[in-house]
């Protein structure tokens, strides 16, 4: 396989799409629902006419519950701002035999692909992934991608490839 090479500077939509697309994909079913039974029962617990402990208890529940609910909003938020101090940065992702090479900011790391863990595409949010062992997943924008059936090939040779989710009914891209 020729070695395919993509130059990524994300904007900001298209690190916001990835990050809250990628962090409701990667929370389970069993954190989603711990999230709302947090938030009922600290509703429910304060509209109940109790002693002052037991009210205690429900705003605890209903805080922890919006903190688990707003916390991607926050950290991306955070990653934003930073990201605005600093300005964007310029990634380079090389997919060849070997693995996946990354290069930012003057380093570079290389990935077998034993350590590549999945790989897919997102078509409503327009872009590809890859997710590292243990890490997160990192989007490879459509933008930037001259051939895309030369890049699902590769995924597909090397790691477990994910069908691309459909976008709307028309099928037409999602507006960000």
Request: proline residues 6%; charged residues 25%.
């Amino acid at each position: 396989m020729p070695p395919l090479r993509y130059e990524i500077t994300l904007t900001d939509d298209e690190l916001r799409t990835a990050w809250l697309t990628e962090d409701r994909s990667r929370r389970g079913l069993l954190q989603r629902t711990i999230t709302a039974l947090l938030i009922l029962f600290g509703v429910a617990t304060l509209a109940l006419e109790g002693a002052a402990s037991a009210r205690w208890v429900g705003v605890a529940a209903l805080a922890l519950g919006l903190l688990r609910l707003s916390r991607p909003f926050l950290v991306l938020r955070r990653v934003l701002s930073d990201r605005r101090r600093a300005g964007p940065e310029r990634v380079v992702v090389t997919l060849d035999d070997a693995g996946i090479v990354l290069e930012r900011g003057g380093k570079s790391a290389r990935f077998p692909w034993s350590e590549v863990s999945a790989a897919g595409e997102r078509v409503a949010e327009r872009y590809f992934y890859y997710e590292l062992r243990g890490r997160h997943r990192a989007p490879i924008p459509h933008r930037v991608v001259d051939d895309p059936e030369a890049l699902r090939a590769a995924f597909a040779a090397h790691t477990r490839w994910t069908a691309p989710r459909a976008g709307p009914a028309d099928g037409a891209p999602r507006s960000t």
